[in-house]
């Protein structure tokens, strides 16, 4: 009965700790077997943002991807073969950027300890590494993911679209553990890059059956974008004014109606959300910190270890 009963707790302990996915992961993973991965990724993605800042958007988007579908296993860097196609290329995709910056990351670590280190842990240390490079918070991350041996179009279909309010994000977001302050701080990551005329032109005609635009969209704010999507459907506009930096011009502008999407937008019109918005507009410290942790908490969605997964040889497919 004792042993039994002590099995049991052992045997809780084990499975809790797969369930939350953290079991095996570790902030020194790679220290004997890889001290420089790191290192080799950082100077990666340093040099590659110095030459083109607009990629660390790609890499943090990359990331967020990667881990809502299949768990962060880098199964968004999988190409599609002839029997199947890939996560890659659903039009969810939507510019997704920066494969050739984890390709070369990859390439030097694969000289350096062969086998080691997983492409799922090179996204996750490159969106770490781009949020630092562009102005943002430091964090440190666990290491120690598998790479997934699956990448099927028909998942990206768990990806939140643009149209989404405040109680369907949260709702997906619940989905995945995480709380609206979280889901809030996330969507924090807009601070950098752009929209395509695409994701947010249905807020600026036909709208519903009485508004012909979004009636939480500033109308001068409208006007703007109108004019973006005058170039055509990948026409870009910037989240916010400063597309290179991270900090919390993202907020302020949603704030001021001047939100790009309606996802951004209905965070601040949405009174479930709307305190969240204000914090971190007024302080942006508090901002960093609860991002900083909600990406941690991000790159531990349903990790793959041990034998559920593999090292990846190359990034683009499965060994
Ligand atoms: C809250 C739900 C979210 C929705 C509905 C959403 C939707 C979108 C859409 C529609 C775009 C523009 C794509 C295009 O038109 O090409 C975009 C861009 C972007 N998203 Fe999100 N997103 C969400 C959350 C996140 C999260 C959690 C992150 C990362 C932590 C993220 C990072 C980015 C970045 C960095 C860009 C700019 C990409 C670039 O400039 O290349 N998003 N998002
Ligand atoms: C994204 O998907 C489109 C098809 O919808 C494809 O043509 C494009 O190559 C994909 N982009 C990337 C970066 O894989
Ligand atoms: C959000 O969208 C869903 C689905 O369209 C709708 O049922 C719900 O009423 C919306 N919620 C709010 C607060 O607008």
Same mark, same amino acid.
């Given at each position: 009965m004792g042993i039994a009963k002590l099995v049991g707790v052992i045997l809780v302990v084990i499975l809790s700790g797969m369930r939350n996915g953290?079991?095996?992961?570790?902030?020194?993973?790679?220290?004997?077997?890889?001290?420089l991965a790191d290192l080799i990724v950082k100077n990666t993605v340093n040099r590659a943002l110095r030459s083109d800042p607009t990629l660390a958007a790609g890499l943090i988007r990359m990331h967020f991807h990667d881990c809502f579908?299949?768990?962060?296993?880098?199964?968004?860097?999988i190409d599609s073969t002839k029997d199947n196609t890939a996560?890659? $290329?659903?039009?969810?995709?939507?510019?997704?950027?920066g494969y050739e910056i984890i390709d070369d990351a990859k390439q030097q670590l694969e000289q350096q300890?062969?086998?080691?280190?997983?492409c799922a842990d090179i996204v996750a240390m490159a969106a770490r590494d781009a949020v630092f490079f562009a102005g943002g918070p430091v964090y440190e991350i666990p290491k120690g993911r598998k790479d997934g041996r699956i990448s099927k179009?028909? $998942? /990206?279909?768990?990806l939140p679209p643009p149209f989404f309010n405040t109680s369907q994000l949260i709702t997906m977001f619940a989905q995945h553990g995480f709380s609206a302050q979280e889901m809030v701080a996330l969507s924090?990551?807009?601070?950098?890059g752009v929209a395509r005329c695409s994701s947010f032109?249905?807020?600026?005609?036909?709208?519903?059956s009485t508004h012909d /635009?979004?009636? /939480?969209?500033?109308s001068n704010f409208a006007k703007t974008l109108s004019k973006t999507c005058s170039a055509g459907d990948n026409a870009e506009q910037t989240?916010?004014?400063?597309?290179?930096s991270f900090d919390n011009d993202y907020f302020n502008e949603l704030t001021r109606?001047?939100?790009?999407l309606f996802s951004d937008q209905t965070l601040y019109a949405s009174a479930r959300t709307r305190s969240i918005v204000n914090a971190y507009a007024m302080n942006q410290a508090r901002f960093f910190l609860d991002f900083q942790q909600a990406m941690v908490k991000m790159g531990l969605l349903d990790v793959k270890e041990g034998s559920n997964g593999e090292v990846r040889e190359n990034c683009r497919k499965v060994n």
């Open positions: 953290a079991y095996g992961l570790s902030m020194s993973y790679y220290i004997m077997s890889c001290p579908l299949q768990g962060c296993d880098a199964s968004v860097l996560e890659k $290329d659903s039009p969810a995709n939507l510019s997704l950027r300890c062969p086998g080691v280190v997983s179009i028909e $998942d /990206t279909r768990n924090g990551a807009h601070t950098l032109k249905f807020r600026l005609s036909n709208f519903d /635009t979004d009636p /939480t969209l500033d989240f916010d004014a400063t597309r290179n109606s001047f939100g790009v």
